[in-house]
């Protein structure tokens, strides 16, 4: 009985990595420690979970089924320890969090002050755009901006943002500034493509409502960050959100454009899973984000 219980983690662990490299890294410890913790789960259930070659890790008809109710085992157990670590007003343990890449300047700013003041907690951060499943992943916490289409998740404000469109001086010098929202046919503008390789037009405030605009430029990106960059670097105008640019324009290597008509941007969410919003570690992170990054804090 005791292969059973100490072999659970790196199981779920194996599952959800598929890989028992990346699986021994999160826990620690060797690769060959956690195939024979795997090993002798197997052989104390007496059937085989995972299917291994050379090149893959896959579960078996049988480890999909004991996954399913381990994860909920092991979610249980990280509660419990958590609720402990909360009667004692120290949290402790890895928060996993997912964060889109144009938040990791941001985020990265502020976690000092949040390492300081828990030093119990290690962080994972995960940097990616694409909308991760929290339970495949095993994602404590994941960061998403504007609107959530998964409804059975806790959501919490965190960051109310503005569109700011922005130009280098050096660009300005050249090609003119713009005076009008017409005017930027005449201007190379910078564009977002989507991770659904759709390019993202620019919204502006219109007669006091936000009205998207179709622009026109000879450069797209799937990353935000470089997307400034190159209004930075002269390459054209841009569209972003104002935490990614508040540095840039205080040094005067962008300037702001058409402020008149700078409208209302998405919202920045911390969503989690339901039993995972009051558990010491992610409720620690998720009061620090609120207060750092200046949202309204409350859950939405």
Request: proline fraction near 4%; aromatic fraction near 4%; charged fraction near 25%.
């Given at each position: 009985?005791?292969?059973?219980?100490?072999?659970?983690?790196?199981?779920?662990?194996?599952?959800?990595?598929?890989?028992?490299?990346?699986?021994?890294?999160?826990?620690?410890?060797?690769?060959?420690a956690?195939?024979?913790?795997?090993?002798?789960?197997?052989?104390?259930?007496g059937?085989?979970?995972?299917?291994?070659?050379t090149?893959s890790?896959?579960?078996?008809?049988?480890?999909?089924?004991?996954?399913?109710?381990?994860?909920?085992?092991?979610?249980?157990?990280?509660?419990?320890?958590?609720?402990?670590?909360?009667?004692?007003?120290?949290?402790?343990?890895?928060?996993?969090?997912?964060v889109?890449?144009?938040?990791?300047?941001?985020?990265?700013?502020?976690?000092?002050?949040?390492?300081?003041r828990?030093?119990?907690?290690?962080?994972?951060?995960?940097?990616?755009?694409?909308?991760?499943?929290?339970?495949?992943?095993n994602?404590?916490?994941?960061?998403?901006?504007?609107?959530?289409?998964?409804?059975?998740?806790?959501?919490?404000?965190?960051?109310?943002?503005?569109?700011?469109?922005?130009?280098?001086?050096?660009?300005?010098?050249?090609?003119g500034?713009?005076?009008?929202?017409?005017?930027?046919?005449?201007?190379?503008?910078?564009?977002?493509?989507?991770?659904?390789?759709?390019a993202?037009?620019?919204?502006?405030?219109?007669?006091?409502?936000?009205?998207?605009?179709?622009?026109?430029?000879?450069?797209q990106m799937?990353?935000?960050?470089?997307?400034?960059?190159?209004?930075?670097a002269?390459?054209?105008?841009?569209?972003?959100?104002?935490?990614?640019?508040?540095?840039?324009?205080?040094?005067?290597?962008?300037?702001?454009?058409?402020?008149?008509?700078?409208?209302?941007?998405?919202?920045?969410?911390?969503v989690?899973?339901?039993?995972?919003?009051?558990?010491?570690?992610?409720?620690?992170?998720?009061?620090?984000?609120?207060?750092?990054?200046?949202?309204?804090?409350?859950?939405?």
């Amino acid at each position: 009985m005791s292969e059973l219980f100490s072999g659970v983690l790196p199981f779920v662990t194996v599952a959800q990595e598929r890989s028992f490299r990346r699986a021994a890294e999160r826990l620690g410890v060797t690769p060959a420690a956690v195939s024979k913790a795997v090993s002798r789960l197997e052989s104390e259930l007496g059937v085989n979970l995972i299917n291994r070659s050379t090149r893959s890790v896959s579960l078996s008809r049988e480890g999909e089924m004991f996954l399913e109710r381990c994860q909920e085992a092991v979610a249980h157990v990280r509660e419990g320890r958590d609720l402990i670590a909360m009667t004692r007003g120290d949290p402790r343990g890895e928060v996993t969090v997912s964060v889109p890449h144009i938040l990791g300047s941001r985020l990265i700013e502020v976690l000092p002050r949040f390492t300081a003041r828990y030093p119990g907690l290690a962080l994972s951060l995960r940097f990616t755009d694409r909308v991760e499943k929290l339970v495949d992943q095993n994602i404590d916490l994941a960061l998403r901006i504007g609107d959530l289409e998964d409804s059975t998740l806790v959501a919490r404000s965190l960051l109310s943002t503005r569109w700011v469109t922005v130009a280098a001086p050096a660009y300005l010098a050249k090609r003119g500034w713009p005076q009008g929202i017409d005017d930027l046919r005449q201007h190379d503008c910078l564009r977002f493509r989507s991770v659904r390789g759709k390019a993202v037009d620019w919204t502006f405030d219109i007669d006091a409502k936000p009205r998207v605009v179709k622009v026109r430029g000879s450069v797209q990106m799937d990353r935000g960050e470089l997307l400034l960059d190159a209004a930075v670097a002269g390459l054209g105008i841009a569209q972003v959100m104002d935490f990614m640019v508040e540095r840039h324009l205080r040094r005067g290597r962008v300037v702001e454009l058409l402020e008149q008509h700078s409208a209302v941007g998405p919202t920045v969410h911390g969503v989690c899973l339901p039993g995972q919003r009051r558990t010491a570690r992610v409720k620690a992170l998720l009061d620090f984000l609120a207060r750092e990054l200046g949202g309204t804090g409350l859950p939405s």
